[in-house]
């Protein structure tokens, strides 16, 4: 269930990152940070190095993003 959850963030955070609203795209960086932690947990877990290791670049591009809107 919690992966359906991920997933959904996931297409939440990235309507609101192809919206045409710019005042919401820190926003949309946020929660596809937060699904993306989501994601790397799984892929730990699964043993899955290679995808884990992507879904955590990820996670810094999605913090740089919200950090470089301010």
């Known amino acids: 269930m919690a992966r359906w959850f991920a997933f959904s963030l996931t297409m939440l955070g990235t309507w609101l990152l192809t919206n045409t609203n ?35 670049c990820f996670v810094l591009l999605c913090i740089r993003g919200v950090i470089n809107f301010y």
Do not use: H, Q
């Open 22 to 56: 710019i005042n919401l795209f820190w926003v949309g960086w946020f929660i596809s940070g937060i699904s993306t932690i989501m994601w790397t947990y799984f892929a730990f877990k699964d043993k899955d190095t290679p995808r884990a290791l992507m879904e955590v």
